[in-house]
């Protein structure tokens, strides 16, 4: 059933009534912790052999001799314009940089949620068909195991092992091999650009490259789908319309039908938050990969105390999970249609 193009733009609407002070707040929160903290970066620009009048100057230049509400006003002013300030660990603009960098991040989460997701859900499901059963306590040790691994500690024994003990995955240094020449940009994919030009050495070398870093995230990203997929799940086999369809004799594969159709939207639900928190997690993956990707420049910028970066990497996160939000509340409201009240 589809939605009336009415209905969507009021939907939206609201959502960006809603979304605006949150975004604001924040901006006003983020522009004053990496303000309040003890990283000087007029030291760090000047260089140590600066005197006094220079870093006065280079303070007056960007402004970090006013008071902070006069910054933050002129960082507004700014940000209104479309401009983000300029990086300090990179030269360039911090819209260039989230440009460039965003779509390998993009690529890495998707990948790892939608295997996470294909995996996760029918593990949930078909666990929660028989709660305690052998099948149910193996899952529910699978997703604690997954749990309880932190993601840089999986990344390093996924390259000690694959990498170097078999030799199997390429050298975790980057999107493509150093000795493959990449695609002219097109989606920011380096996959899909390879195969947009028609070269397979550097698809290959691309694809190659995705297996650890994915397979890492992915086992984090399965985890939590199939404990909660389970949890719903069972909630939902256990309703009257359930033992309804078990007494009427229905077969199982209807009734895994339609417990599917009853835990869809939670789960669609559960699925979005989990891609929200694996982008701004994805830094340390992307470290221990040298993924190159947004989350470790802005990992890097937080280190170094580069302001402006920091400032528009978290809003950029920010203005991502209000897009995926937006996105899979408009996809409960098609599937379901109480939803749309």
């Not at 996760?120 to 078909?126: A, I, Q, W």
Request: glycine share 10%; charged share 10%.
């Amino acid at each position: 059933m589809s939605l009336a193009l009415p209905t969507i733009g009021r939907f939206l609407l609201r959502r960006l009534l809603v979304a605006v002070p949150v975004l604001l707040g924040i901006l006003f929160l983020t522009f004053m912790l990496v303000r309040i903290g003890d990283q000087d970066p007029v030291a760090m620009l000047a260089g140590p052999m600066a005197d006094a009048p220079m870093l006065a100057r280079i303070r007056a230049e960007l402004m970090l001799d006013q008071p902070l509400l006069t910054q933050f006003w002129a960082y507004l002013g700014r940000l209104v314009q479309g401009d983000l300030g300029m990086s300090w660990q990179g030269n360039a603009k911090v819209t260039h940089e989230i440009a460039t960098l965003l779509p390998a991040t993009l690529e890495l989460v998707t990948l790892a949620v939608g295997i996470g997701a294909l995996v996760g859900v029918p593990l949930g499901l078909h666990a929660a068909e028989r709660p305690n059963g052998w099948f149910d306590q193996a899952s529910r040790f699978g997703s604690l195991f997954g749990f309880s691994l932190p993601t840089y500690w999986l990344g390093l024994m996924a390259i000690f092992i694959f990498f170097y003990l078999l030799g199997w995955a390429p050298a975790p240094m980057g999107r493509v091999s150093m000795m493959v020449t990449p695609p002219p940009v097109v989606t920011g994919s380096v996959l899909i650009d390879s195969i947009l030009a028609g070269n397979g050495e550097a698809a290959w070398s691309a694809a190659s490259q995705l297996v650890l870093p994915v397979g890492c995230f992915a086992i984090v990203a399965t985890a939590p789908i199939v404990k909660h997929t389970r949890a719903i799940a069972i909630e939902v086999m256990g309703s009257d319309y359930i033992r309804y369809a078990r007494a009427c004799g229905f077969p199982r594969r209807v009734i895994r039908r339609i417990a599917l159709r009853a835990a869809l939207v939670p789960v669609i639900t559960f699925v979005g938050s989990e891609f929200t928190s694996l982008l701004a997690a994805a830094s340390l993956i992307e470290f221990v990969f040298s993924w190159g990707g947004l989350g470790h420049w802005g990992l890097n910028a937080i280190l170094l105390g580069d302001f402006a970066a920091v400032q528009g990497y978290v809003l950029t996160l920010a203005i991502a999970s209000v897009i995926i939000f937006a996105l899979v509340d408009l996809t409960v409201m098609l599937l379901e249609p109480r939803a749309r009240a």
